[in-house]
């Protein structure tokens, strides 16, 4: 093998490795998805699913805005929760995720009305 294929080799080893990397790490670990974080915007007035990831088979509550919500993490760990529709808030919320002594809070949560912005553009023929 050359010098040059090794090196091909050793990358394509790394670009899995880093792949794979988001797999492996925090295994378990309480967290909530992605799309959730400190100084979010809930839609106000509609019902409001929470998803994250725990030990599988964990207990998992959810609680925000006065509401509890529990949900069981299935086989892969994942969990969802929804709560009802909530009134919009002037002070920030804290949603706090607990599962096995451990919590997860995100703060600075508003629940108000939330607009998806898209640009338009025209094509002149």
């Not at 925090?26 to 915007?41: K, P, Q, T, Y």
Request: aromatic letters at 6%; one cysteine or more.
């Amino acid at each position: 093998m050359n010098d040059k294929t090794s090196r091909k080799l050793a990358l394509c080893a790394l670009t899995a490795a880093l792949l794979l990397l988001p797999f492996t790490l925090n295994a378990g670990e309480l967290r909530v998805s992605r799309h959730f974080g400190d100084g979010m915007v809930l839609q106000r007035g509609k019902p409001v699913t929470v998803t994250g990831f725990a030990d599988e088979g964990s207990a998992v509550t959810v609680e925000m805005a006065g509401q509890s919500e529990a949900a069981t993490a299935d086989n892969a760990g994942a969990w969802r929760v929804t709560f009802e529709s909530m009134p919009a808030t002037r002070e920030p919320q804290t949603l706090a995720v607990k599962s096995g002594g451990k919590t997860v809070a995100l703060k600075n949560v508003l629940i108000g009305d939330v607009f998806l912005f898209a640009r338009q553009t025209t094509i002149d023929i």
